[in-house]
């Protein structure tokens, strides 16, 4: 499984911008599948951002985050997406995309620890200007 991460930028306070996540092998190849994003500042441990099932069912959300940040997938182009409105300085870091071949339960372990991931894209950063 590959990863590729793009859509990152520089931006205001309060713009929005969407990220990209392009995926190649096995991710998207059944509803088993889970993606996420995740985000490090420099400095800090990285932090869960958002992560969906592929079957499109279940999402969870991080809680600095909720409200602002939409993620989705087109499953026939294989794609993560990662909507993100109402940015803040705080918001800024570099994103990464992930996948594990494991389905996301509602009411369940939201798995939202980077542990919880088998595959990395490479990073996309985003800054936010205030």
């Known amino acids: 499984v590959q990863l590729q991460a793009s859509g990152g930028g520089l931006v205001q306070t309060g713009d929005s911008l969407r990220l990209s996540c392009a995926a190649s092998g096995r991710a998207f190849s059944t509803y088993t599948w889970t993606m996420a994003w995740f985000r490090q500042a420099p400095g800090r441990e990285r932090e869960f951002v958002a992560n969906?099932?592929?079957?499109?069912?279940?999402?969870y959300y991080g809680d600095s985050v909720k409200g602002r940040f939409t993620v989705s997938t087109d499953n026939i182009k294989n794609m993560l997406y990662l909507e993100m409105n109402s940015l803040k300085p705080e918001d800024s870091a570099t994103y990464y995309c992930a996948s594990r071949q494991k389905v996301l339960l509602l009411g369940r372990n939201p798995a939202g620890n980077s542990s919880d991931y088998d595959y990395w894209g490479q990073g996309t950063q985003v800054t936010v200007s205030s």
């Open positions: 969906i099932g592929v079957s499109g069912n279940v999402k």
